[in-house]
Nanobody, 118 residues
Framework: QVQLVESGGGLVQPGGSLRLSCVASGRFFSINTMGWYRQAPGKQRELVATITSGRTTNYAGFVKGRFTISRDNAKNTVYLQMNSLKPEDTAVYYC????????????WGQGTQVTVSS
């Protein structure tokens, strides 16, 4: 079984920064693409950013250079550095990873709350 555990969420003022982390654990051969998604109340879950094992990145348009995704393959960890946060960034942020066991399968973390408010 694969587990993804997020951390780093919290309450921050507009313009502030947060760094999210997500660690994958369990028995698997490798991790392919890892990413961050978010879901605000009453809205669908949406892509924030993804990063491949070769560190090719993809960002949603609303990121606009404010967020940076990175990963440490040796630690099976993906990060999301969020700067210049806005109230509309308030959401539960979920980690996602495609993991190879016998086949490639996607897994989700439990989510971490990010609240941007003064």
């Amino acid at each position: 079984q694969v587990q993804l555990v997020e951390s780093g969420g919290g309450l921050v003022q507009p313009g502030g920064s947060l760094r999210l982390s997500c660690v994958a654990s369990g028995r698997f051969f490798s991790i392919n693409t890892m990413g961050w998604y978010r879901q605000a109340p009453g809205k669908q879950r949406e892509l924030v950013a993804t990063i491949t094992s070769g560190r090719t990145t993809n960002y949603a348009g609303f990121v606009k250079g404010r967020f940076t995704i990175s990963r440490d393959n040796a630690k099976n960890t993906v990060y999301l550095q969020m700067n210049s946060l806005k109230p509309e960034d308030t959401a539960v942020y979920y980690c996602n990873a495609y993991v190879l066991i016998t086949t490639m399968k996607g897994y989700w973390g439990q989510g971490t709350q990010v609240t941007v408010s003064s």
